[in-house]
């Protein structure tokens, strides 16, 4: 069988520059091609990267779909369709609404892909292909599949050395996919010896982990760190902002090479986080945390998301000063979003506050809904504001790290990824964007 794996393009926010879209490749259809690789021909394409091509031959084509791009799925689907080529969706998305899509494409993947692709593909060649394919047990850590790293074109990334160590959550944010029934209380690791070998195969020195979160299970992380300590790799994690509680586990990250935490703050508003079930976030810990964290020469990647009922016009300039007065380094701001299947979507539309049913806004960089203390304006020119204060030149230097081995990576994201993208960007197409990860990664994490 011939298969062909499609990302599709992206919509970029106003801040985004193809440094976003070309940061790293899609783990998910990687790991559908380590699952198919061995006995069929896989077909990978980025849209992002370069148009689809719709003229070869294949047998069958798997999409994987974020909220936002669903209409350009069921424009690509229907053109594979048209030429009698069957096509499959699936991701988290699809995962938390499958029946919303069963007209537009031949197969819907809901769940892990470990356990749907191999039935899919025995059905095509079998001609009994099924509408719905479910996870039909409940996968455990040894049973996720690695990503065919050995496909990725790397000149095509800024890096490549991604790697996984769990799958789902252990918390269930209103606003979040892990509030839909598909995703209820779904958490498992992979086991460590998985994890070590991922990273030996990338062969890097520095390693993305990309888990929604990567302390969901402190017991498993504890042992995978000591685990990686002689591997004397540097690396970054998303993390829960329950951290705080656990400066033991902290310690271990910053002896074990941990560069920089993704924490979703969210908010600076206790009412805010409360209104939306972020149970795991204590307002009033917040400092100490920040404080935690830099004092251990690590660098935070904070994320808020704006618009959530306790918010009101003053919340842009609060949360700006917060964020300037604790020196946090980096910062990826949202709209807030209510994602079709999630509790938050099911509480708006029966209030009557979803305004936009146009799928391709739904990026976390428009306003979709009807906010509660400001209008719809005033969040969004917040939103967009809060931005160009935060990476303008002064903001830039008052929260220049203390820690000075962290001044090089942080001046590199402030300057390079988010005040002169689009320059950088240029400067990438035409040297690729492999060898400015590289220089990008030596001056990082190499230069002290």
């Given amino acids: 069988m011939i298969v062909k794996l499609i990302q599709l393009k992206m919509n970029k926010r106003p801040m985004d520059t193809d440094l976003k879209i070309r940061m790293s490749p899609s783990l998910g259809l990687l790991t559908i091609a380590n699952i198919l690789n061995k006995d069929h021909n896989i077909i990978m394409e980025n849209e992002n ?37 069957p096509v499959v969706v699936g991701g988290i998305h699809i995962t938390a609404v499958p029946q919303d899509y069963l007209d537009y494409f031949d197969v819907i993947s809901v769940g892990m892909a470990e356990t749907t692709w191999p039935d899919i593909i025995r059905d095509l060649e079998n001609k009994s292909l099924k509408k719905i394919y479910y996870c039909n047990t409940k996968i455990t850590g040894s049973k996720i599949v690695s990503p065919a790293y050995n496909l990725i074109n790397k000149k095509d990334y800024l890096y490549s050395n991604v790697v996984s160590t769990s799958r789902g959550c252990p918390f269930k944010c209103d606003f979040c996919y892990n509030s839909c029934n598909s995703y209820s209380n779904f958490y498992v690791n992979r086991p460590i010896e998985d994890v070590v070998k991922d990273i030996k195969t990338i062969g890097k020195k520095h390693i993305m982990f990309i888990d929604d979160n990567f302390i969901g299970n402190p017991k498993w992380t504890k042992e995978f760190l000591l685990a990686i300590e002689p591997l004397k790799i540097k690396w970054n994690a998303a993390v829960t902002a329950n951290i705080a509680n656990m400066p033991e586990l902290l310690d271990l990250m910053s002896r074990t090479g941990c560069e920089s935490l993704f924490i979703g703050f969210e908010s600076i508003n206790n009412k805010s986080l409360s209104n939306v079930h972020k149970k795991q976030n204590n307002v009033t810990q917040f400092e100490k945390l920040v404080s935690e964290i ?16 306790g918010d009101t016009k003053e919340t842009f300039d609060a949360t700006l000063k917060w964020i300037v007065d604790n020196k946090i380094e980096t910062v990826t701001s949202h709209i807030l979003t209510p994602y079709p299947g999630t509790k938050l979507y099911d509480d708006m539309l029966k209030a009557g506050r979803i305004t936009d049913f146009n799928l391709s806004n739904y990026n976390t960089a428009n306003v979709v809904f009807k906010p509660k203390n400001m209008t719809a304006d005033e969040l969004y020119n917040g939103y967009i504001d809060i931005y160009n204060k935060i990476y303008s030149f002064k903001n830039i230097i008052k929260r220049i790290p203390k820690s000075k081995k962290q001044v090089m990576p942080y001046l590199a994201f402030n300057l390079l990824y988010r005040k002169f993208g689009r320059l950088s960007e240029k400067v990438c197409k035409l040297l690729t964007f492999q060898r400015i990860g590289q220089a990008g990664e030596f001056l990082a994490y190499k230069l002290k």
């Fill in 294 to 309: 830099h004092k251990r020469g690590i660098m935070i990647n904070a994320s808020f998301v704006f618009g959530l009922d």
């Fill in 49 to 85: 990267i370069r148009d689809i091509n719709f003229n070869e031959p294949v047998d069958i084509v798997g999409i994987t779909v974020t909220v936002d791009v669903l209409p350009r799925a069921i424009e690509v689907a229907k053109i594979f369709r048209e030429k009698n080529i």
